[in-house]
């Protein structure tokens, strides 16, 4: 049986970046049926499925990469990618956060240039290059998330767990953007991006947490390596609930004092960054107008 701690994880990763992915490919689409160019739509799932090939692709080479590696490297090189993906995921979501009122307009845009230029075929490296960004997070994020849970007591499958998962919340992502084309107003994206962010951000705690493990594993990090508490006999992290929380969150029995000092710090300064409410935009003063008078 699949380790459903894996299978929520991945599904959590493919839902969350898949919608961001869907999201931007129907915006460009409906601009394009609207203006009556629905006859490019075969560039846009050209450019859109090169971008999935390529991020799965990155994503496969990872892992197997992570796993051809001898002691210590193995676990440096792990520990990397959890951090980085961490890293990514991180700026993603504060980007998303600030830039999501604008990204229509954006797309808007870019889709009128390729127009203006007479490069109808620049509709594909359009929806290329706006689905690869999210493509190639998921990767980076997926491969670390299968590395750090295959590496603990969560069996062989761990893995292919994370894949089943994340091409289940994909085909929902899809379903999403479909119903957004459509014109679909039920769901209410902002919340649900918002929610999603608050899961990821602990998902990537658990990803820092497992990469200072390994760093500790391979002798790079000798402070605080003692066990903070022992609840292995309360909710073990190799069965039930605890895998569960494992493989979603980086959750462990028995943590070492500085791998619990990284979860917390970071879900510490991340989620209140991330929950904290925008700036309202400043309104020009009539002194401030850039706009030449009488223009």
């Not at 998303?96 to 075929?121: C, I, K, N």
């Not at 391979?218 to 402070?223: H, K, L, Q, R, Y």
Request: charged residues 15%; glycine residues 12%.
């Amino acid at each position: 049986m699949l380790d459903p701690g894996a299978l929520a994880s991945g599904f959590l990763v493919g839902l969350r970046e898949g919608v961001e992915a869907a999201l931007l490919v129907a915006i460009v689409c409906a601009y394009l049926a609207r203006t009556g160019n629905a006859r490019h739509f075969p560039k846009i799932w050209l450019g859109t499925s090169a971008a999935v090939a390529a991020s799965a692709v990155a994503g496969v080479s990872l892992y197997l990469a992570a796993g051809g590696l001898a002691e210590p490297w193995e676990q440096l090189f792990e520990a990397a990618v959890m951090l980085v993906a961490a890293s990514v995921v991180t700026w993603m979501l504060f980007w998303m956060r600030r830039q999501a009122s604008g990204v229509r307009g954006a797309l808007h845009g870019a889709v009128d240039r390729v127009h203006t230029d007479g490069t109808a075929w620049g509709l594909a490296l359009l929806a290329f290059s706006a689905v690869i960004r999210e493509g190639l997070e998921t990767a980076l994020f997926l491969s670390a998330q299968a590395t750090a849970i295959a590496g603990g007591d969560a069996g062989a499958d761990a893995p292919l767990a994370v894949l089943i998962g994340a091409i289940g919340g994909l085909l929902v992502a899809i379903a999403i953007g479909v119903a957004f084309y459509r014109g679909s107003r039920r769901l209410d994206l902002g919340r649900f991006l918002r929610w999603t962010g608050v899961l990821l951000v602990f998902v990537a705690a658990g990803l820092v947490s497992h990469a200072v493990h390994e760093l500790v594993e391979a002798g790079f990090v000798s402070i605080g390596t003692r066990a903070a508490f022992d609840l292995g006999a309360v909710l073990p992290d190799d069965a039930g609930i605890g895998l569960i929380l494992r493989a979603l969150f980086g959750y462990a029995s028995s943590p070492e004092l500085i791998t619990l000092v990284a979860w917390l710090a970071y879900v510490g300064v991340v989620l209140p960054l991330y929950l904290r409410p925008l700036p309202a935009p400043r309104p020009i003063r009539p002194s401030e107008d850039p706009t030449p008078a009488g223009a």
